[in-house]
């Protein structure tokens, strides 16, 4: 029995064997992440063969919750997968490491037979050296059919350490590679119609806040081009020096521009003096930081400018705050805009340090925020120079009243600025008569095309029929998916109701959350049951597909009221009759037609 015992204890003391991943024919990609083990080398002395042993010996381990990012780390990492392939139609296989700023990086592959394949990689390396031109690094293997292959990856590196490794077929690739390029191309294609729009307004109003949204788009912009691994592919792929220092350069100088364009945006100088000094101690430490990337190694420079990165969230965030605490009307745009764009910048600055794991939204998020942050800034921006126009207004008319001599003076002085401002505001109006997310008219313009209409029945002696739609149980939706599922639901809703009113000269606006309202002129209440159970029965026609989650069913409550001439000829009892129509379908069971009749 001693024997037994013996030969038990050392099975238990051998290493457990590495599990195998298996390719079968019809697998085109596959993350190596939740199959992987790894082994840290704190000191980066291990040589290949040092690692083998370690293998062997059962050295490496899982990686801690699959999360392929351990932040910034010194030493080196090394990784290992052991693969079969099962397709004998794709003997080639692309590995690509999905994090494009690593410096060093080598794949061993180990064949049965003995025979080791070595190839390297990473930004250390002319951009040239890739298998494939590519802005992440990637690596051919030849996995021959039913041969078991161990893969063994090092990386070594002064960014954050990171080892999402992925396999491709050739062909999966070319999709991937397509797509990924589309989705980039149109997200700096957003930033360039960004960035004409307003320098057209710069160069036309030279306001200073213009300019410093045009350096904050340009230098984040870059920001971006430098962590997508896009600088290194298409501005200076053999310039191994910059590869390294643009990303803390870069953001360096899209610090400098938050803050600034921040300050100006603001009024801190006149509203929070303090603050302003702050902010201005905060820009000249960017500057600092954009010098020092010059000469301080990337390794200790770049933890330094990220976490810098942190604390100017935390200050822009309280200036924000500051701002609408003092009753600036605009700082509410901003702050909005800024919430966005400081999520997905906090979560990409948390995802390098290790502290979340990566995933779509946590490695797109700032491209995402940063979208939305523009297109709300350029709106914001509009709002604070309409503001400016009615501040100007007012000392037009103490002028007139206190300054009789020089009213023909400052007449012409603000005449020229009210006619730049005029142009700016006809040019923005045409954008802000459309929702942001459906598309659809919004309800300011609706207010002025529904009274233009409420006069015309009166007038040509026609009826007119008001619709009011509301999704039902929208916020159990919104509850149980999340408000991306909600805005998909939103806009498939407005597709369908728009395609429903096609043959109707209708107009539809969204009225606000998730009620929509249908102007038919000409239409009495009989026509107008009829065109809203169409509408009724196009939003529940089909489950509302998500990208962001599972497809959801919604149905719809339509209220009517029928405008007869001269009966009433203000709106918002228009309204308001039609949204008691539209409380009793919803009080009778939802995805029901009512009208103002039928409610009373």
Same mark, same amino acid.
């Given at each position: 029995?001693?024997?037994?015992?013996?030969?038990?204890?050392?099975?238990?003391?051998?290493?457990?064997?590495?599990?195998?991943?298996?390719?079968?024919?019809?697998?085109?990609?596959?993350?190596?992440?939740?199959?992987?083990?790894?082994?840290?080398?704190?000191?980066?002395?291990?040589?290949?063969?040092?690692?083998?042993?370690?293998?062997?010996?059962?050295?490496?381990?899982?990686?801690?919750?699959?999360?392929?990012?351990?932040?910034?780390?010194?030493?080196?990492?090394?990784?290992?997968?052991?693969?079969?392939?099962?397709?004998?139609?794709?003997?080639?296989?692309?590995?690509?490491?999905?994090?494009?700023?690593?410096?060093?990086?080598?794949?061993?592959?180990?064949?049965?037979?003995?025979?080791?394949?070595? #190839?390297?990689?990473?930004?250390?390396?002319?951009?040239?050296?890739?298998?494939?031109?590519?802005?992440?690094?990637?690596?051919?293997?030849?996995?021959?059919?039913?041969?078991?292959?161990?893969?063994?990856?090092?990386?070594?590196?002064?960014?954050?350490?990171?080892?999402?490794?992925?396999?491709?077929?050739?062909? $999966?690739?070319?999709?991937?590679?397509?797509?990924?390029?589309? $989705?980039?191309?149109?997200?700096?294609?957003?930033?360039?119609?960004?960035?004409?729009?307003?320098?057209?307004?710069?160069?036309?109003?030279?306001?200073?806040?213009?300019?410093?949204?045009?350096?904050?788009?340009?230098?984040f912009g870059l920001v971006l081009? =430098?962590?997508?691994?896009?600088?290194?592919?298409?501005?200076?792929?053999?310039?191994?020096?910059?590869?390294?220092?643009?990303?803390?350069?870069?953001?360096?100088?899209?610090?400098?521009?938050?803050? #600034?364009?921040?300050?100006?945006?603001?009024?801190?100088?006149?509203?929070?003096?303090?603050?302003?000094?702050?902010?201005?101690?905060?820009?000249?430490?960017f500057v600092g930081f954009g010098?020092?990337?010059?000469?301080?190694?990337?390794?200790?420079i770049t933890p330094a400018v990220?976490?810098?990165?942190?604390?100017?969230?935390?200050?822009?965030?309280?200036?924000?705050?500051?701002?609408?605490?003092?009753?600036?009307?605009?700082?509410?745009?901003?702050?909005?805009?800024?919430?966005?764009?400081?999520?997905?910048?906090?979560?990409?600055?948390?995802?390098?340090?290790?502290?979340?794991?990566?995933?779509?939204?946590?490695?797109?998020?700032?491209?995402?925020?940063?979208?939305?942050?523009?297109?709300?800034?350029?709106?914001?921006?509009?709002?604070?120079? @309409?503001?400016?126009?009615?501040?100007?207004?007012?000392?037009?008319?103490?002028?007139?009243?206190?300054?009789?001599?020089?009213?023909?003076?400052?007449?012409?002085?603000?005449?020229?600025?009210?006619?730049?401002?005029?142009?700016?505001?006809?040019?923005?109006?045409?954008?802000?008569?459309?929702?942001?997310?459906?598309?659809?008219?919004?309800?300011?313009?609706?207010?002025?095309?529904?009274?233009?209409?409420?006069?015309? =029945?009166?007038?040509?002696?026609? !009826?007119?029929?008001?619709?009011?739609?509301?999704?039902?149980?929208?916020?159990?939706?919104?509850?149980?998916?999340?408000?991306?599922?909600?805005?998909?639901?939103?806009?498939?809703?407005?597709?369908?109701?728009?395609?429903?009113?096609?043959?109707?000269?209708?107009?539809?606006?969204?009225?606000?959350?998730?009620?929509?309202?249908?102007?038919?002129?000409?239409?009495?209440?009989?026509?107008?049951?009829?065109?809203?159970?169409?509408?009724?029965? @196009?939003?529940?026609?089909?489950? =509302?597909?998500?990208?962001?989650?599972?497809?959801?069913?919604?149905?719809?409550?339509?209220?009517?009221?029928?405008?007869? !001439?001269?009966?009433?000829?203000?709106?918002?009892?228009?309204?308001?009759? @039609?949204?008691?129509?539209?409380?009793?379908?919803?009080?009778?069971?939802?995805?029901?037609?009512?009208?103002?009749?039928?409610?009373?």
């Amino acid at each position: 029995m001693a024997w037994v015992t013996a030969a038990f204890a050392l099975l238990l003391a051998m290493p457990a064997a590495a599990a195998v991943i298996e390719l079968t024919p019809g697998v085109g990609e596959l993350a190596l992440s939740p199959h992987v083990t790894y082994l840290h080398d704190t000191e980066a002395t291990h040589s290949v063969d040092d690692a083998w042993r370690q293998l062997e010996a059962g050295g490496f381990a899982p990686l801690p919750g699959g999360n392929p990012a351990f932040g910034f780390q010194s030493g080196a990492f090394w990784v290992h997968a052991k693969v079969v392939n099962r397709n004998a139609d794709e003997p080639r296989w692309l590995m690509v490491q999905t994090y494009p700023l690593s410096d060093h990086l080598d794949v061993y592959l180990r064949y049965p037979d003995g025979r080791i394949d070595h #190839q390297v990689g990473g930004d250390t390396l002319p951009f040239s050296e890739r298998a494939i031109r590519y802005r992440h690094p990637n690596f051919l293997l030849d996995l021959p059919t039913g041969q078991p292959v161990d893969i063994l990856f090092r990386v070594q590196s002064q960014s954050s350490m990171q080892v999402p490794l992925v396999l491709y077929t050739p062909g $999966a690739f070319t999709e991937l590679s397509r797509d990924a390029q589309f $989705a980039i191309g149109l997200y700096y294609g957003i930033l360039l119609a960004l960035f004409f729009y307003n320098l057209v307004l710069w160069l036309v109003l030279r306001d200073a806040s213009y300019f410093w949204y045009l350096f904050h788009i340009s230098a984040f912009g870059l920001v971006l081009f =430098c962590l997508n691994g896009l600088g290194f592919e298409y501005l200076w792929p053999d310039n191994i020096w910059l590869a390294d220092k643009s990303v803390p350069l870069s953001i360096s100088l899209a610090l400098i521009g938050m803050h #600034q364009f921040a300050r100006v945006f603001l009024g801190l100088g006149d509203r929070w003096p303090a603050g302003n000094r702050v902010s201005i101690v905060a820009i000249a430490a960017f500057v600092g930081f954009g010098i020092a990337a010059v000469f301080v190694p990337y390794r200790l420079i770049t933890p330094a400018v990220s976490l810098a990165v942190l604390a100017s969230i935390v200050w822009i965030t309280i200036v924000s705050v500051a701002a609408v605490r003092k009753k600036y009307a605009p700082a509410k745009l901003f702050l909005l805009s800024w919430a966005m764009f400081l999520a997905g910048t906090a979560i990409y600055t948390l995802v390098a340090f290790g502290v979340i794991p990566k995933n779509f939204f946590t490695e797109y998020g700032v491209q995402l925020g940063s979208a939305l942050e523009m297109l709300f800034l350029s709106v914001a921006l509009s709002y604070r120079y @309409a503001s400016l126009r009615n501040e100007n207004e007012r000392i037009v008319g103490e002028a007139n009243i206190q300054l009789e001599r020089k009213v023909a003076q400052r007449t012409r002085e603000l005449r020229s600025t009210l006619d730049k401002l005029g142009e700016a505001h006809s040019r923005l109006r045409e954008s802000s008569r459309r929702d942001g997310l459906t598309g659809l008219y919004n309800r300011s313009h609706f207010h002025d095309a529904f009274e233009r209409l409420l006069v015309s =029945c009166n007038e040509d002696r026609r !009826p007119l029929s008001l619709l009011m739609v509301d999704l039902d149980l929208f916020k159990s939706i919104n509850d149980e998916h999340g408000h991306l599922v909600g805005d998909d639901v939103l806009r498939t809703s407005a597709r369908r109701i728009g395609q429903a009113l096609r043959p109707y000269d209708a107009l539809l606006a969204r009225f606000g959350g998730e009620e929509f309202v249908i102007v038919l002129p000409g239409t009495d209440l009989r026509e107008a049951v009829a065109v809203a159970e169409e509408v009724r029965r @196009a939003i529940s026609s089909a489950p =509302c597909e998500s990208q962001h989650g599972p497809d959801v069913r919604v149905s719809g409550s339509v209220g009517i009221h029928t405008v007869v !001439p001269g009966t009433i000829d203000d709106i918002e009892d228009a309204l308001q009759v @039609a949204d008691q129509a539209l409380y009793a379908a919803k009080a009778n069971g939802r995805n029901c037609v009512r009208t103002s009749i039928s409610a009373a």
